[in-house]
């Protein structure tokens, strides 16, 4: 019964830094889409200024 528990115990742990690795992957992401975006918007308006 231990034995059982442990090896779901490390399991779900592997499971849940995997979630965690993807979910800070995908949070990279999304700020470097937003910050290519605001890169965009400033470059536009600084041509704008000109």
Same mark, same amino acid.
Do not use: D
């Given at each position: @019964? #231990? =034995?059982?528990?442990? /090896?779901?115990? %490390?399991? %779900?742990? $592997? =499971?849940?830094?995997? !979630? #965690? !690795? $993807?979910?800070? $992957? @995908? %949070?990279?992401? /999304?700020?470097?889409? +937003? *910050?290519? /975006?605001? $890169?965009?918007?400033?470059? !536009?308006? *600084? /041509?704008?200024? +000109?």
């Amino acid at each position: @019964m #231990i =034995l059982q528990y442990t /090896v779901l115990l %490390s399991l %779900s742990r $592997e =499971l849940f830094q995997l !979630s #965690i !690795s $993807e979910y800070i $992957e @995908m %949070s990279q992401q /999304v700020k470097a889409k +937003k *910050a290519g /975006v605001n $890169e965009n918007q400033q470059i !536009s308006t *600084a /041509v704008n200024k +000109k």
